[in-house]
């Protein structure tokens, strides 16, 4: 029993022994090896290493992944004397975690180092562009411009700045008015020379169509007077042909037609009995 006691006993001691002179570094890490205060050894391998007890050494540990920087909303002015809010985002990473650890100390200090530098950065940049060019034309060289003078300027800090991007490009509120009003003014001039264009295409059109159907009816009007004087012409010889060898019988269709036509139940008719109109009337009863 005493035996199994002691031997417990001799790993706990071994277990607290190798905790105060060994140490793991793994994949997403690296480590700073500190000797009374100063830095004497960095560890970039995943591992297991030695050091001495403390306090002669401690290790701090600093992440080997890219990092993520979420600026605030700020506001800049652009080159054609505009205003934009803009909210940017940035990766980033520890390349020197012993420079890391004697300038800024902490992911903290990075944040608040970075901050500094990537808005005076973009400030500096953006502020040589206009409104358009920031959104739409010039955006993605841009904003490579500033990821590497951002980098070049986080440099003497140990850290490596990966991208920086726009998240959000806005209007300060007081200029989103006239912006609205500006496209919508720009809208209702389009649409009213669409309007425009399509009146005078429709007054054309419909020239066009009068004119074709003013050619169609006069070609029509021609071409019933030909046929109805060709009918008038053949009943005309009709007839002649018929009446040839009538000519009693035409005149007698005749008079009747010039009755027809002149006599009526209120015609009052003064004429010599013995005149043609009435020959055929002779004997009437």
Do not use: C
């Not at 290790?59 to 940017?88: C, E, H, Q, W």
């Not at 990821?147 to 991007?165: F, H, K, L, W």
């Not at 007839?239 to 006599?263: C, D, I, M, P």
């Not at 009052?268 to 005149?275: C, G, K, S």
Request: no cysteine.
């Amino acid at each position: 029993m005493r035996s199994s006691m002691g031997i417990v006993i001799a790993l706990l001691v071994v277990i607290f022994a190798a905790n105060l002179v060994a140490f793991t570094v793994t994949e997403i890490e690296q480590a700073v090896v500190i000797e009374f205060g100063q830095p004497v050894r960095v560890i970039k391998d995943p591992g297991l290493y030695f050091k001495l007890p403390s306090p002669i050494h401690k290790v701090r540990f600093f992440s080997d992944r890219l990092l993520d920087y979420d600026s605030n909303p700020s506001t800049i002015p652009t080159k054609d004397k505009k205003f934009m809010i803009l909210d940017n985002y940035a990766r980033w990473r520890i390349i020197d975690p012993q420079k890391f650890l004697e300038t800024l100390r902490d992911q903290r200090g990075a944040m608040e180092r970075l901050g500094q530098i990537i808005f005076s950065e973009v400030r500096n940049e953006l502020g040589q562009h206009t409104q358009s060019e920031i959104i739409s034309e010039t955006r993605e060289t841009l904003m490579l411009e500033v990821t590497a003078r951002s980098n070049e300027a986080a440099q003497p800090y140990g850290i490596e700045v990966v991208d920086v991007r726009i998240k959000r490009a806005d209007y300060p509120e007081e200029n989103k008015n006239a912006v609205y009003n500006r496209m919508r003014a720009e809208r209702e001039r389009e649409a009213k020379r669409y309007r425009s264009e399509g009146g005078e295409a429709g007054l054309k059109i419909r020239a066009e169509t009068d004119l074709t159907a003013a050619q169609i009816n006069a070609e029509a009007y021609e071409k019933s007077q030909g046929i109805r004087g060709e009918g008038d012409a053949e009943a005309l010889k009709t007839y002649a042909g018929a009446y040839k060898n009538a000519s009693s019988f035409y005149q007698f269709t005749r008079t009747l037609e010039a009755f027809e036509k002149s006599l009526d139940d209120k015609t009052v008719l003064v004429q010599p009995a013995n005149t043609d109109f009435f020959k055929y009337l002779k004997g009437a009863k």
